[in-house]
Structures are given as structure tokens and as C-alpha cells.
């Protein structure tokens, strides 16, 4: 597996450095998974050696998690100044856009050896961010970012269908798989997607607070 620290936005501050420290155990991971047929494309195009196809793969996996972490950015806010608690809903105050904490860790991989790319990412987010209002650390709203998980899946999935398409024409079903991801008609590789089940990423299984956003949109 390969991690990489990075946001592709100035709306974010680095949480923590992947390379030397582990995810804290206060943060919230948002994790991105992505279709079956993008980890075989790279993976086959690897094996026939062509490097065309290979970066195509990769741009396509950098395009859809820059989009969502453009649309995390647009919806995130923070609690800013006094909050009245209200049971059951929530509370009552300003809530004012700034600058979260976020780490984003990439895997071309899940660690079992032979398997197939699955092209993933974990998204770390710190419980407090910089308010733009007043340059003060203020708590972030929880509640308002869990609800946008489902736009951010769609801008996910939409920056890898559109990449792909401006880069190798490629073409995708109009059906989903049980995860909610159509996969690729061209080239023709959905019809080998059922022989690759879900492999699930172990890293920073640790975390109290983990959105996986494939298991968790269909409940929203």
C-alpha cells in the first residue's frame, strides 16, 4: 500500500503526517471507494504494459476524490460562537464556513497480495476547524457533514466518469452493482467485476468514527 498527505484545496489544514503518525482517535474518516472495473483497467493495463492506459487510471482516481474533497470544502461548517443544545436536534447558533483539519490517505491497494487495484481513499477529518469569521478554532458540525455525504459520493464518482471519458472515450453502465457504481461497457470490463469481490482497506480501522460512504448513502 502507498499513502499520500495532500488536500487539493487551500480550505484545508493538514490533520496529521501519514508518514510518521497514526490517524488521531478523535477524528472522522470519510472512506471513498470506487468501481471494480477502474482497479481492473489498471490493473490489466499494467500486466499488457500500457502506460497510456495506466496514468489515464490514476488521473481518473486524482479527478474524483479532488471533487469530493471540493464538495466537502463547499458544505462543511462550523459551530461558531454559543450553541444551545437542543435534544434530538440541531442546536440552536451560528453555523459559519472555515478551514477544516483534513489528511487524505490514497491506496492503489488493499494489501492482499495478487489481488486486483482497488483504488481507494480515506479521508481523516479533525472535530475542530479555523472559522473565517474570526480566525478562532470552533467545533465542526458533525451532523451537517454526515448529511452530505451523498453529494459528495456523486461528485466522486462523477469527476472518475468524467476523466476517463475526455481521456480514453470510455463508456459506463447504465446499471449499478449492489455498491451503487456503474462500471465500464469500454473498455468492456464489467463483465469481470463479479469475479472480484469487495476487498475492504484495514487501515485506520481504529478510528471511533468511520463513514464508509458505499455502506452508508443507501441509509440516509
Given at each position: 500500500m502507498t499513502a499520500t498527505l495532500g488536500a487539493v484545496t487551500d480550505r484545508f489544514l493538514p490533520?496529521?503526517?501519514?508518514?510518521?503518525?497514526?490517524?488521531?482517535?478523535?477524528?472522522?474518516?470519510?472512506?471513498?471507494?470506487?468501481?471494480?472495473?477502474?482497479?481492473?483497467?489498471?490493473?490489466?493495463?499494467?500486466?499488457?504494459?500500457?502506460?497510456?492506459?495506466?496514468?489515464?487510471?490514476?488521473?481518473?482516481?486524482?479527478?474524483?476524490?479532488?471533487?469530493?474533497?471540493?464538495?466537502?470544502?463547499?458544505?462543511?461548517?462550523?459551530?461558531?460562537?454559543?450553541?444551545?443544545?437542543?435534544?434530538?436536534?440541531?442546536?440552536?447558533?451560528?453555523?459559519?464556513?472555515?478551514?477544516?483539519?483534513?489528511?487524505?490517505?490514497?491506496?492503489?491497494?488493499?494489501?492482499?497480495?495478487?489481488?486486483?487495484?482497488?483504488?481507494?481513499?480515506?479521508?481523516?477529518?479533525?472535530?475542530?476547524?479555523?472559522?473565517?469569521?474570526?480566525?478562532?478554532?470552533?467545533?465542526?458540525?458533525?451532523?451537517?457533514?454526515?448529511?452530505?455525504l451523498r453529494s459528495f459520493a456523486v461528485d466522486h464518482v462523477h469527476g472518475i466518469h468524467l476523466?476517463?471519458?475526455?481521456?480514453?472515450?470510455?463508456?459506463?453502465?447504465?446499471?449499478?452493482?449492489?455498491?451503487?457504481?456503474?462500471?465500464?461497457?469500454?473498455?468492456?470490463?464489467?463483465?469481470?467485476?463479479?469475479?472480484?469481490?469487495?476487498?475492504?482497506?484495514?487501515?485506520?480501522?481504529?478510528?471511533?468514527?468511520?463513514?464508509?460512504?458505499?455502506?452508508?448513502?443507501?441509509?440516509?
Amino acid at each position: 500500500m502507498t499513502a499520500t498527505l495532500g488536500a487539493v484545496t487551500d480550505r484545508f489544514l493538514p490533520l496529521f503526517d501519514p508518514a510518521v503518525e497514526e490517524p488521531p482517535s478523535s477524528a472522522i474518516e470519510i472512506y471513498f471507494e470506487t468501481p471494480t472495473s477502474l482497479g481492473l483497467l489498471y490493473t490489466f493495463s499494467q500486466r499488457f504494459d500500457q502506460p497510456r492506459l495506466v496514468e489515464a487510471v490514476r488521473e481518473a482516481h486524482e479527478a474524483g476524490i479532488a471533487a469530493a474533497l471540493e464538495a466537502i470544502a463547499d458544505v462543511a461548517l462550523l459551530k461558531v460562537g454559543e450553541h444551545v443544545e437542543i435534544p434530538g436536534k440541531p442546536s440552536m447558533g451560528r453555523y459559519l464556513p472555515g478551514r477544516l483539519s483534513l489528511t487524505r490517505v490514497s491506496h492503489t491497494y488493499t494489501g492482499d497480495p495478487g489481488d486486483i487495484a482497488r483504488f481507494h481513499d480515506h479521508v481523516f477529518i479533525g472535530r475542530t476547524g479555523i472559522a473565517d469569521h474570526d480566525g478562532e478554532c470552533w467545533p465542526l458540525a458533525a451532523e451537517d457533514l454526515r448529511a452530505g455525504l451523498r453529494s459528495f459520493a456523486v461528485d466522486h464518482v462523477h469527476g472518475i466518469h468524467l476523466s476517463l471519458r475526455e481521456s480514453i472515450g470510455a463508456r459506463w453502465s447504465e446499471e449499478r452493482t449492489w455498491m451503487g457504481f456503474q462500471e465500464l461497457t469500454y473498455p468492456d470490463l464489467g463483465q469481470y467485476v463479479a469475479d472480484f469481490p469487495r476487498q475492504y482497506c484495514r487501515y485506520g480501522l481504529g478510528s471511533p468514527a468511520r463513514w464508509n460512504v458505499v455502506d452508508i448513502i443507501e441509509r440516509l
